[in-house]
């Protein structure tokens, strides 16, 4: 692995195993001479939001580096469904899919996020891992539960990282998204305030907090940075429509 100066622009997140490479990006860029044009400035790494395909893919080669010359990257075509890839082998094409499980060395799982909730699910030893897009469609579809079930880790041997999301002030959501939450589990209830009009504040990384804990996972990080109100850094779906996207990427690497 490149030994690279991310000028913050890119987050690295450590677990308990040496061997597990993490980390998040956001909007600013960790090399100047590659960059974005408006509005997608600077670090954009979605093919599919309109952006310029040569910025995006310079982007994406330019994170490559953060990892193992033989590290792969393995992307999703993310659809806010439940359902979760078991990976054995790399595929040059973005596999349909909102959550991927692995324990292969050097492919980095990508989730690709512009407001959705980036989950990491970690073995303590080093020996598996998962990333999840946390959107609350997923998340209501319980993707928690169905990845943890693809998972041969056992859930006290699990720890959770949870990215940078939309916060829990600047979430509005109507009824039909409490209450789909709330027939998933009444406990759920308490993630929500209510707003004006019909509307509720839904709280994202409470949520899928609790649907960890009810799954037995117990250690668990939480990035408490909202995309909507933080325009500098990242990108927010719901702030500008037309944006790009974060990615959040995790790889064992049994050569590190």
């Given at each position: 692995?490149?030994?690279?100066?991310?000028?913050g622009a890119?987050?690295n997140i450590r677990f308990?195993?040496?061997?597990?490479?993490?980390?998040?990006?956001s909007?600013?860029?960790?090399?100047?001479?590659?960059q974005?044009?408006?509005?997608?400035?600077?670090?954009?790494?979605?093919?599919h939001v309109?952006?310029?395909?040569?910025?995006?893919?310079?982007?994406?080669?330019?994170?490559?580096?953060?990892?193992?010359?033989?590290?792969q990257?393995?992307?999703?075509?993310?659809?806010?469904?439940?359902?979760?890839?078991?990976?054995?082998?790399?595929?040059?094409?973005p596999?349909?899919?909102d959550?991927?499980v692995?324990?292969?060395?050097d492919?980095?799982?990508?989730?690709?996020?512009a407001?959705?909730?980036p989950?990491?699910?970690v073995?303590?030893y080093?020996?598996?891992?998962?990333a999840?897009?946390g959107g609350?469609?997923?998340?209501?579809a319980?993707?928690?539960?169905?990845?943890?079930?693809?998972?041969?880790?056992?859930?006290n041997?699990?720890?959770?990282w949870?990215?940078?999301?939309i916060g829990?002030n600047?979430?509005?959501?109507?009824?039909?998204?409490k209450?789909t939450?709330?027939s998933?589990?009444?406990?759920l209830?308490?993630?929500f305030?209510?707003e004006?009009?019909?509307?509720w504040?839904a709280n994202?990384?409470?949520?899928?907090?609790?649907?960890?804990?009810?799954?037995g996972?117990?250690?668990?990080?939480v990035?408490?940075e909202?995309?909507?109100?933080?325009?500098?850094?990242?990108y927010?779906?719901r702030?500008?429509?037309?944006?790009?996207?974060?990615?959040?990427?995790?790889?064992i690497?049994?050569?590190?």
């Amino acid at each position: 692995m490149h030994k690279m100066s991310t000028n913050g622009a890119i987050k690295n997140i450590r677990f308990s195993a040496n061997n597990v490479v993490a980390m998040q990006t956001s909007r600013l860029s960790p090399v100047q001479h590659i960059q974005s044009c408006s509005p997608y400035q600077s670090f954009n790494l979605g093919l599919h939001v309109g952006d310029d395909e040569n910025h995006v893919l310079a982007n994406r080669t330019c994170l490559k580096k953060y990892f193992n010359d033989n590290t792969q990257i393995q992307w999703l075509e993310q659809v806010h469904g439940g359902h979760v890839i078991e990976l054995v082998n790399y595929s040059e094409q973005p596999i349909v899919g909102d959550a991927i499980v692995t324990k292969q060395p050097d492919i980095a799982l990508a989730i690709m996020t512009a407001d959705c909730l980036p989950i990491f699910l970690v073995d303590k030893y080093g020996q598996e891992i998962a990333a999840i897009h946390g959107g609350w469609r997923p998340l209501a579809a319980n993707i928690i539960d169905e990845t943890l079930k693809k998972m041969e880790t056992s859930v006290n041997q699990v720890e959770a990282w949870l990215g940078p999301c939309i916060g829990e002030n600047a979430f509005v959501v109507g009824n039909e998204v409490k209450d789909t939450f709330s027939s998933l589990d009444e406990t759920l209830a308490v993630c929500f305030k209510r707003e004006l009009n019909n509307k509720w504040l839904a709280n994202l990384p409470l949520i899928a907090t609790l649907l960890l804990n009810k799954n037995g996972v117990k250690n668990i990080r939480v990035l408490d940075e909202c995309t909507y109100q933080n325009e500098d850094k990242y990108y927010s779906y719901r702030r500008c429509n037309q944006t790009g996207r974060m990615a959040s990427l995790i790889a064992i690497q049994n050569s590190v």
